[in-house]
């Protein structure tokens, strides 16, 4: 079983759109979790950190549930450059540990948002 | 922001040469970068981890001997693939982090596609 676990779609939808993605995780010991987005042939960049009382960052919210292991990321009013794949991942947190930072990432969910 | 940048963002090889690929920390002191490889539709998978004046931590399944990683200065790390294979094509990329950023908020680098004939 993969540590994080995604659908990897496509999730084909239009312009205007809402969205959601799911993820779960099996490492009950992860410590830290986000949403990064990764357009193609090109490196992740974070787009938000998931904190447990849920957070939103404009069109983006992000849930967590621990005692589901479950990680969610909602796009509302999807533009044409949210077409991306939007990766789950989750982080270790052994403060001064030589795995500090260590980040475990799922297989990513693409996204195409289409005019 | 910081900022990782890595050399060469592309490079091909032919098989059995060996290729080096530099993560270099532009404004800050790296004491800890990861190395990832992402094949085409796969997610990104940990090889290493490299620590500025030790050995690096490989992940399970990574061949040391194969990958060598050096971190000797506070700014640079490298991966050299070493007597490369048609199976080592894949996306390399670095991150890096200092004491100062929290967990998981690292910074990437622009990662470097190897493809080895």
């Known amino acids: ?28 010991a992860s410590q830290s979790f986000f949403w990064y987005r990764q357009d193609c042939r090109k490196e992740p ?43 789950c ?27 | 922001g910081a900022v990782v940048s890595q050399h060469p963002s592309w490079v091909i090889c032919k098989s059995g040469t060996s290729v080096k690929i530099e993560c270099r920390s532009l404004d800050f002191q790296a004491t800890t970068m990861f190395w990832y490889r992402q094949f085409p539709k796969q997610s990104l998978m940990l090889m290493a981890t490299s620590n500025e004046g030790s050995k690096a931590t490989y992940e399970q399944g990574v061949e040391k001997d194969k990958f060598l990683i050096n971190h000797a200065s506070l700014t640079l790390s490298t991966l ?19 004491s100062l950023v929290r967990t998981g908020e690292l910074f990437f680098g622009e990662g470097s596609r190897l493809t080895v004939l």
């Open chain 1, 1 to 28: 079983r993969k540590e994080v676990e995604q659908d990897p779609g496509p999730f084909n939808v239009p312009e205007g759109a809402t969205v959601a993605f799911n993820c779960t995780y099996s490492n009950s």
């Open chain 1, 45 to 87: 960049k974070l787009l938000m950190s998931v904190y447990s009382s849920g957070n939103e960052d404009g069109r983006f919210t992000a849930q967590l549930n621990r005692a589901s292991q479950y990680i969610s990321l909602l796009i509302r009013d999807s533009k044409l450059s949210d077409s991306a794949t939007y990766l």
């Open chain 1, 89 to 115: 991942v989750s982080g270790s947190a052994n403060a001064g540990g030589t795995s500090y930072g260590k980040l475990t990432f799922g297989q990513g969910t693409i996204l195409t948002v289409h005019p």
């Open chain 2, 80 to 98: 050299t693939v070493t007597s490369a294979h048609p199976e080592d094509s894949s996306f390399y990329i670095c991150s890096a982090r200092t």
